[in-house]
């Protein structure tokens, strides 16, 4: 059995050295980057081979990469870098990287033509000034080899490791059993279509009820394919913290042998949460645990593939006892896992750490995207810009001279766009174009005086920088599938005004990130209508998809239609005292545990405070605006088996879906909204959009998100085949059709 490793990642492993050093060096971006080395290579000889590949082996070592470009009349293989700024700035260590693959590179050339020896030059070239610096060495084919052979045997032991590991891991895999006696209704459809989708590399939606079991439902299936489909990796991506913890529970449930697991699992959190000091920048002089980080990561490392599962709390256990930073050691980590769980944005965002990492290895992954029906908006989020004019001035105020100009020029742009306005809140069909090269012009002076000042760096500046490089980055890819527009307001004798992009169909970016998995698997309560994902996130043509047999009985929720009451806006006034009532009157019939969910923190207020006045004896728990992860458990542990009482919160908020109250804990649900977005001038241009691109703009907007908060709130009663509840549908507009034809096929309307 040969193990394959890209020159690239051999010399990330063997040849990484030092402090690790964020301080602001602005890189040039991946576009930059491939369009500087063709200019490098159209500066060349009709000779040069650009992207030249190269392989070579080593005992069970097979390395291979792409060197970029070879001069056969001057026999020099080149190592093209990019940069911006100042090139002493380039730390030692990175440069040493940067020789060692050139090294590489030059014995496979060596090995490959038969040659005796071979130039060796990095070219730097600064993509601002396009201007090269240029360092050479002669190296000897012998001198070459054993550099090579020296770099490959620091790599050998582990790779024969992680061979050893691979065998292990598929062996289990292949003997893997269910860890029930038997599966739930539905389960084992579900599990069988996972199984068939990974073997045929295709793409599934499964709708599948909440209590089924989706996570060990889907997990299971998968992990028995990767030994048959050579997978490397399978990612569980989710939308929120709960999901995370339900597939580390999910794998420590399949496989419960502890550290003896054969299974590498990864939890993979935010930077912010990860961090030790927050308050320090990220290099040796700053942060102790970014001091010499290089030269301790090879035993953290080991130390962290000794665990089976790396949890948040693991892992930061792991990188403290080696006095390394945990993030960074997480991020080595996904390079080394069998089952990394993450949020969606570390694989479908622009510069997406496992997308990236699975395109340079040429990894075979399969993803399982779990809570799909929040992928739509949250990758909105991801490819959408914005910037405020008060921000710019804020910065512009304290900036240093260098920028004085660059801002300058910005700002009278800004102004310039007023006179376009013709209301507070406009779309215009193309975005500005001397405003947007005002913008660039601005963006390159603060790299390039961050280049020169990298400790003059205030948050606000900061902060501006990387808000203008996305829009910049946004702007770069404006469509039909974006709405520019700009929101005028006064501020005192002034005219400020903030300007949006906003990605409203995302399917552009998602559907490729889909399409270069084996496999994908996005599943979720409530994926209806299946069109309206299949538009919306790019789904392949082939994509199969299916509803999966619910295990619960309409016997066991009682679901009432309350549509004597209107709950829009004009009508709220007169739904409070009939929603109170009703409440009211439930909770005297059968008491215990209730969620009552609105559409907005200011109606829930009003009718708690209308209960607690007119029923004072029934407890009440309300969520607060902006709940912190502790205080959001604090409001859900009043939640016991034998308390009684009614919990407020806001439809499509932290306790609308991920939330698990089985039992006597939560007994039954109040929805009092259809949970359709404001009616504002941003949705309603976002409807227009919908009617031209899928011809259904209300429903695309309005109804299809609404309903599916309702059910995702609804499913939190029913969480067992034991469970029993009752659910109260609260407005006139859920007895429309339309409406009942999204709900769950399984509750009876009553």
């Given at each position: 059995?040969?193990?394959?490793?890209?020159?690239?990642?051999?010399?990330?492993?063997?040849?990484?050295?030092?402090?690790?050093?964020?301080?602001?060096?602005?890189?040039?971006?991946?576009?930059?980057?491939?369009?500087?080395?063709?200019?490098?290579?159209?500066?060349?000889?009709?000779?040069?081979?650009?992207?030249?590949?190269?392989?070579?082996?080593?005992?069970?070592?097979?390395?291979?990469?792409?060197?970029?470009?070879?001069?056969?009349?001057?026999?020099?293989?080149?190592?093209?870098?990019?940069?911006?700024?100042?090139?002493?700035?380039?730390?030692?260590?990175?440069?040493?990287?940067?020789?060692?693959?050139?090294?590489?590179?030059?014995?496979?050339?060596?090995?490959?033509?038969?040659?005796?020896?071979?130039?060796?030059?990095?070219?730097?070239?600064?993509?601002?000034?396009?201007?090269?610096?240029?360092?050479?060495?002669?190296?000897?084919?012998?001198?070459?080899?054993?550099?090579?052979?020296?770099?490959?045997?620091?790599?050998?032991?582990?790779?024969?490791?992680?061979?050893?590991?691979?065998?292990?891991?598929?062996?289990?895999?292949?003997?893997?059993?269910?860890?029930?006696?038997?599966?739930?209704?539905?389960?084992?459809?579900?599990?069988?279509?996972?199984?068939?989708?990974?073997?045929?590399?295709?793409?599934?939606?499964?709708?599948?009820?909440?209590?089924?079991?989706?996570?060990?439902?889907?997990?299971?299936?998968?992990?028995?394919?990767?030994?048959?489909?050579?997978?490397?990796?399978?990612?569980?991506?989710?939308?929120?913290?709960?999901?995370?913890?339900?597939?580390?529970?999910?794998?420590?449930?399949?496989?419960?042998?502890?550290?003896?697991?054969?299974?590498?699992?990864?939890?993979?959190?935010?930077?912010?949460?990860?961090?030790?000091?927050?308050?320090?920048?990220?290099?040796?002089?700053?942060?102790?645990?970014?001091?010499?980080?290089?030269?301790?990561?090879?035993?953290?490392?080991?130390?962290?593939?000794?665990?089976?599962?790396?949890?948040?709390?693991?892992?930061?256990?792991?990188?403290?006892?080696?006095?390394?930073?945990?993030?960074?050691?997480?991020?080595?980590?996904?390079?080394?896992?069998?089952?990394?769980?993450?949020?969606?944005?570390?694989?479908?965002?622009?510069?997406?750490?496992?997308?990236?990492?699975?395109?340079?290895?040429?990894?075979?992954?399969?993803?399982?995207?779990d809570e799909a029906h929040n992928l739509v908006e949250r990758a909105r989020q991801m490819y959408s810009a914005s910037l405020d004019q008060q921000t710019l001035n804020s910065v512009r105020h304290s900036a240093p001279a260098p920028l004085e100009k660059p801002f300058k020029r910005l700002n009278r742009e800004w102004n310039a766009l007023h006179k376009e306005q013709v209301g507070p809140y406009q779309v215009h069909p193309q975005l500005?174009?001397?405003?947007?090269?005002?913008?660039?012009?601005?963006?390159?002076?603060?790299?390039?005086?961050?280049?020169?000042?990298?400790?003059?760096?205030?948050?606000?500046?900061?902060?501006?920088?990387?808000?203008?490089?996305?829009?910049?980055?946004?702007?770069?890819?404006?469509?039909?599938?974006?709405?520019?527009?700009?929101?005028?307001?006064?501020?005192?004798?002034?005219?400020?005004?903030?300007?949006?992009?906003?990605?409203?169909?995302?399917?552009?970016?998602?559907?490729?990130?889909?399409?270069?998995?084996?496999?994908?698997?996005?599943?979720?309560?409530?994926?209806?209508?299946?069109?309206?994902?299949?538009?919306?996130?790019?789904?392949?043509?082939?994509?199969?998809?299916?509803?999966?047999?619910?295990?619960?009985?309409?016997?066991?929720?009682?679901?009432?239609?309350?549509?004597?009451?209107?709950?829009?806006?004009?009508?709220?006034?007169?739904?409070?005292?009939?929603?109170?009532?009703?409440?009211?009157?439930?909770?005297?019939?059968?008491?215990?545990?209730?969620?009552?969910?609105?559409?907005?923190?200011?109606?829930?207020?009003?009718?708690?405070?209308?209960?607690?006045?007119?029923?004072?004896?029934?407890?009440?728990?309300?969520?607060?605006?902006?709940?912190?992860?502790?205080?959001?458990?604090?409001?859900?542990?009043?939640?016991?088996?034998?308390?009684?009482?009614?919990?407020?919160?806001?439809?499509?908020?932290?306790?609308?879906?991920?939330?698990?109250?089985?039992?006597?804990?939560?007994?039954?649900?109040?929805?009092?909204?259809?949970?359709?977005?404001?009616?504002?001038?941003?949705?309603?241009?976002?409807?227009?959009?919908?009617?031209?691109?899928?011809?259904?703009?209300?429903?695309?907007?309005?109804?299809?998100?609404?309903?599916?908060?309702?059910?995702?709130?609804?499913?939190?009663?029913?969480?067992?085949?034991?469970?029993q509840g009752t659910l109260f549908l609260i407005d006139d507009r859920f007895a429309e059709p339309k409406v009942q034809q999204l709900l769950p096929r399984w509750w009876q309307l009553g």
């Amino acid at each position: 059995m040969s193990y394959r490793v890209a020159v690239r990642a051999l010399c990330e492993f063997t040849a990484k050295v030092g402090d690790l050093d964020l301080r602001f060096t602005p890189s040039p971006t991946a576009q930059q980057g491939i369009a500087g080395h063709r200019t490098v290579a159209s500066r060349r000889s009709a000779q040069y081979q650009a992207e030249l590949s190269l392989e070579g082996q080593y005992q069970a070592l097979t390395v291979r990469g792409r060197a970029d470009g070879y001069d056969p009349d001057a026999n020099v293989l080149e190592e093209v870098k990019t940069y911006r700024g100042d090139f002493t700035a380039i730390p030692a260590n990175h440069r040493q990287l940067h020789w060692a693959q050139a090294r590489v590179y030059g014995w496979l050339l060596c090995q490959s033509l038969q040659l005796a020896q071979v130039n060796l030059a990095l070219v730097y070239f600064d993509i601002v000034s396009e201007k090269e610096t240029r360092l050479q060495e002669t190296w000897s084919a012998a001198d070459l080899q054993q550099f090579f052979e020296q770099q490959c045997g620091l790599f050998l032991t582990w790779a024969e490791q992680e061979m050893a590991h691979r065998q292990a891991r598929d062996a289990a895999a292949r003997a893997l059993a269910f860890p029930h006696a038997q599966f739930r209704t539905g389960q084992r459809a579900l599990a069988e279509a996972v199984y068939k989708t990974a073997s045929t590399g295709r793409c599934l939606m499964a709708q599948a009820p909440t209590g089924i079991g989706k996570t060990i439902g889907t997990l299971f299936p998968l992990l028995k394919a990767m030994p048959g489909q050579q997978l490397d990796k399978l990612l569980f991506l989710t939308a929120k913290t709960p999901g995370r913890k339900l597939a580390l529970d999910a794998a420590q449930v399949l496989y419960p042998e502890g550290l003896a697991a054969p299974l590498r699992v990864l939890e993979l959190v935010a930077r912010d949460k990860a961090c030790e000091y927050p308050e320090n920048a990220c290099n040796g002089d700053s942060c102790p645990l970014a001091r010499g980080f290089y030269d301790r990561l090879p035993a953290a490392r080991q130390a962290a593939v000794a665990q089976s599962a790396l949890d948040q709390q693991t892992l930061r256990n792991v990188a403290l006892a080696h006095e390394v930073c945990p993030y960074y050691l997480s991020q080595e980590m996904a390079r080394w896992a069998d089952l990394v769980i993450a949020d969606y944005n570390y694989y479908f965002d622009f510069s997406a750490l496992l997308y990236g990492l699975a395109q340079a290895n040429q990894w075979r992954v399969a993803t399982l995207v779990d809570e799909a029906h929040n992928l739509v908006e949250r990758a909105r989020q991801m490819y959408s810009a914005s910037l405020d004019q008060q921000t710019l001035n804020s910065v512009r105020h304290s900036a240093p001279a260098p920028l004085e100009k660059p801002f300058k020029r910005l700002n009278r742009e800004w102004n310039a766009l007023h006179k376009e306005q013709v209301g507070p809140y406009q779309v215009h069909p193309q975005l500005p174009a001397k405003w947007l090269s005002a913008l660039s012009a601005c963006i390159t002076a603060i790299g390039d005086y961050l280049n020169d000042h990298p400790q003059g760096l205030s948050g606000n500046l900061q902060g501006f920088y990387f808000e203008a490089l996305q829009f910049n980055r946004v702007a770069e890819l404006f469509d039909g599938h974006f709405l520019f527009d700009v929101s005028l307001r006064e501020d005192g004798k002034r005219r400020l005004s903030q300007l949006n992009l906003r990605n409203v169909v995302p399917a552009g970016f998602i559907g490729p990130r889909l399409k270069s998995a084996q496999s994908n698997v996005l599943f979720s309560a409530t994926l209806s209508p299946q069109i309206y994902y299949a538009n919306l996130l790019g789904l392949p043509s082939d994509t199969v998809w299916m509803d999966v047999e619910s295990p619960f009985q309409a016997e066991q929720l009682s679901v009432h239609l309350v549509s004597r009451i209107s709950t829009r806006f004009v009508h709220r006034q007169a739904s409070l005292e009939p929603i109170v009532e009703l409440i009211a009157r439930q909770f005297e019939q059968s008491p215990g545990n209730y969620l009552a969910f609105f559409s907005s923190f200011d109606y829930l207020q009003q009718v708690a405070e209308l209960l607690a006045e007119r029923h004072p004896q029934v407890t009440q728990w309300l969520q607060a605006r902006r709940m912190d992860e502790a205080a959001r458990q604090g409001f859900l542990d009043q939640f016991t088996m034998s308390s009684q009482g009614i919990g407020f919160a806001v439809l499509g908020g932290a306790f609308g879906e991920g939330i698990d109250l089985p039992g006597a804990r939560l007994i039954g649900a109040f929805v009092a909204t259809l949970g359709l977005a404001q009616l504002n001038p941003v949705n309603e241009q976002i409807k227009q959009r919908m009617a031209a691109l899928f011809g259904a703009g209300y429903d695309y907007t309005y109804l299809y998100p609404g309903v599916q908060k309702v059910v995702q709130a609804a499913g939190r009663v029913i969480r067992t085949q034991s469970d029993q509840g009752t659910l109260f549908l609260i407005d006139d507009r859920f007895a429309e059709p339309k409406v009942q034809q999204l709900l769950p096929r399984w509750w009876q309307l009553g």
